[in-house]
């Protein structure tokens, strides 16, 4: 998700730690108190929010909450918290008390004699106290009174309480002084009007400050660039990309030139410019996006989970979590999503240290791991262990949470055993990395290889990147006379090492298994990249790898004379001989006349079928067993959705008559779904839904886009 914070605030943001001289933009509104205000209270009806701990904090703009107000509210407080009005919370599980009673939200009205309800607008819930205040009496009257000064939390008297306050003279006199500065602040005939007006001026610059250093902060936060540089000064050399962009903003824009012309005569205090408040502005900002990506993944009610562990520059280890939905919009279709939701560090990195983290991290975002559908890991022990691991600990909380490997990284493993299979084939990327070693030990030999090799590259060998495999050996495959003669080039040089390698890359076996090997790398590498993207979905995954399985059988039986066919117009242009090394023979020892009966046939073999056996047939038939193994959990998902992936599958499903069974199939299984409803909707989609909408994601897709929900 484009809009996620990938920047961790803190020190990590600096381009230099050390502080300025002049470090005095700490903002008040944006400080965290200490939470000091709790104290032990004697009366049990009142909340436990002390007195003077409150008359501390100071009242921000945006406070709603009254246990939060101060003891002596000025003039424009008042004005202020009038204008916004009381905010009644509902959504909230309201905790209970000691008594097990809790506040609910029907306390918010008066039930009359005849049934009818009346809200109270008075009535005001503190969250951060669990108790309740008068609106009206607490900014207007005495704090003297349960519901004015520390809230009044006996929730067994509350019905009482309320109904003798609100029948009480000073309530009704406090209502009256209320509504009537409220009808002064709306039709802007305060006696203080032309004060108030400079502060809706005031207030509106801070707000358009605030905005404009919230876009700079997402801007830099989403390019990845550091925030701070060596000082913390506007208008000085190295003062870091979010002063320079403020800078920047200053010469055009009449706001940002306003706040600057300010901060630099010193004529506020608090400029919010400062580390403090850029390191606070990321973390809102990131967990706002949490928040949102969170909220997105509940509407989708499903969700599955991809995660994977990395350490990172300060050799932290780092669990990253992924979700995974369908996100559904009518009148917008239907898209799969993948959102990141954090780094998460980890000591224990078992199967059970793992577990733990991320269930923590689940329940902080509020998401029920009973709608987790999915997971998707690496190849790891700790992580796919069938007994400790992470899929088997959360499969037995959540049976439906089906796992399956990482078909891109399944895929690298399938090269990888491919390529240990033989001593050859390690051998042969042995030279490659030979190749680039010797090529990028100093400029002069990579411009010498630049100007033989013009348009390819060489790579490091990478044991987990295999695209940088393919690309190297991309480079002898289709350029391997320009990387002789930059080797010949090297050997007029006297550098004896490429003379050695020389020797090896001319030879017709080194050749044919360079076409052999890029011809099985570049296809395994076109799937995996296929693959990576959020779109493709298990229909597709199985498509794709029974393509590969195909692609690798065929190979096995013609493989290797195609690639004789190619390798041979290489050899003829760089006059090389086209016939495989003779290994020296052995006659074997005898010791009894029986014994020469049974001759050994490698004896009889060519070198071309001795080629074969130990080189070609282990490699491709390693590499046809590895994609068979490490996809064999496809077939379970094929058998419980195979029939609903697609058009074809669904038709041809009800064609056979087995749409019922493989529906009660699914709903033995995941428990949550009706095997009759999903016979009709299947049925109606292949109906409604257009031909050309042939997946089963396009299907779904038309049908929100077109309101067809009630098929």
């Known amino acids: 998700d484009s809009s996620c914070i990938t920047v961790t605030p803190g020190e990590n943001n600096d381009l230099s730690t050390e502080p300025s001289d002049n470090d005095d933009d700490q903002i008040g509104s944006f400080e965290e108190h200490e939470d000091d205000s709790h104290t032990t209270g004697t009366d049990e009806g009142d909340a436990t929010t002390s007195t003077t701990a409150r008359e501390k904090v100071p009242l921000s703009f945006t406070e709603t909450d009254p246990a939060c107000w101060p003891e002596h509210i000025t003039s424009d407080q008042r004005i202020d918290i009038v204008r916004r009005g009381p905010v009644q919370i509902e959504d909230l599980n309201f905790p209970q008390s000691q008594t097990h009673r809790r506040f609910t939200k029907d306390r918010y009205f008066m039930r009359m004699k005849n049934g009818e309800k009346i809200r109270r607008s008075w009535l005001v819930y503190s969250k951060s106290s669990d108790a309740v205040f008068c609106f009206c009496c607490t900014i207007f009257g005495k704090r003297n009174h349960s519901l004015t000064g520390r809230g009044f939390r006996m929730w067994e008297r509350l019905t009482l309480t309320l109904q003798d306050h609100e029948k009480s003279n000073v309530h009704r006199s406090n ?7 409220e009808m002064r602040v709306k039709t802007h005939s305060a006696i203080d009007q032309t004060y108030q007006e400079m502060q809706i001026l005031e207030r509106k610059h801070w707000n358009d400050v605030v905005k404009r250093l919230i876009a700079i902060v997402c801007h830099l936060a989403q390019k990845n660039l550091a925030f701070r540089g060596h000082n913390s000064n506007l208008h000085e050399p190295n003062n870091g990309n979010f002063l320079g962009i403020v800078e920047l903003l200053a010469e055009f824009d009449p706001v940002m030139s306003e706040h600057v012309r300010r901060a630099e005569k010193k004529e506020i205090a608090d400029h919010y410019l400062g580390k403090t408040i850029q390191n606070e502005l990321i973390t809102l900002i990131g967990d706002k996006t949490v928040e949102a990506i969170t909220a997105k993944v509940k509407q989708s009610n499903y969700f599955s989970v991809i995660m994977d562990c990395t350490p990172d520059a300060a050799h932290t280890e780092q669990l990253s979590v992924t979700l995974r939905s369908v996100q559904c919009d009518i009148g917008v279709g239907a898209t799969v999503a993948e959102h990141f939701v954090g780094f998460l560090p980890v000591v224990d990195t078992s199967g059970a240290g793992l577990t733990d983290v991320f269930l923590g991290h689940m329940e902080k975002l509020g998401l029920d791991m009973e709608k987790c559908r999915g997971q998707a890991y690496d190849n790891g022990s700790n992580m796919r262990g069938k007994n400790s691991g992470v899929q088997k600990r959360l499969l037995d909380i959540n049976k439906k949470a089906r796992f399956m490997p990482c078909a891109s990284h399944s895929l690298n493993l399938v090269v990888v055993d491919a390529a240990k299979s033989t001593v050859e084939s390690v051998s042969f990327f042995g030279v490659l990395q030979r190749l680039y070693n010797l090529f990028s030990s100093s400029p002069q030999r990579w411009e010498i290889f630049k100007e033989n090799v013009p348009q390819l590259t060489l790579k490091a060998i990478s044991s987990t990147r295999w695209e940088c495999r393919v690309e190297s050996v991309k480079v002898l495959r289709y350029q391997l006379p320009g990387v002789d003669k930059a080797l010949l080039s090297l050997i007029e040089h006297a550098t004896k090492k490429a003379s050695g390698l020389e020797r090896e890359i001319m030879t017709w076996k080194f050749l044919v298994t360079v076409i052999i090997w890029y011809n099985i790398l570049y296809e395994v590498n076109r799937v995996s990249k296929l693959l990576q993207s959020p779109q493709v979905g298990i229909d597709v995954l199985q498509r794709k790898v029974g393509h590969v399985l195909t692609f690798l059988r065929e190979y096995r039986e013609n493989g290797l004379s195609s690639a004789h066919t ?48 130990d080189v070609f047939l282990p490699l491709v038939d390693s590499a046809i067993m590895g994609t068979s193994v490490r996809f064999k959990l496809m077939e379970s998902f094929h058998s419980l959705f195979g029939f609903i992936y697609g058009r074809k599958e669904m038709k041809k499903a009800m064609e056979a008559g087995t749409l019922e069974k493989s529906c009660k199939n699914m709903e033995e299984t995941l428990g949550d779904v009706d095997a009759e409803e999903l016979v009709r909707e299947v049925s109606a989609a292949v109906t409604a839904v257009p031909v050309q909408e042939n997946t089963g994601l396009q299907m779904l897709s038309y049908i929100y886009t077109n309101d067809l929900l009630d098929l």
């Not at 209502?175 to 500065?181: A, G, I, K, Y």
Request: proline content about 11%; glycine content about 2%; aromatic content about 10%.
């Open 175 to 181: 209502m009256d002084s209320w509504r009537e500065l």
């Open 566 to 613: 190619d390798a041979r117009d290489i050899a003829e242009e760089m006059e090389m001989p086209m016939v495989f090394p003779t290994p020296r023979g052995r006659k074997p020892k005898h010791q009894f006349p029986y014994e020469s009966q049974n001759a050994d046939s490698s004896l009889t073999m060519t070198p071309e079928e001795r080629f074969k056996r």
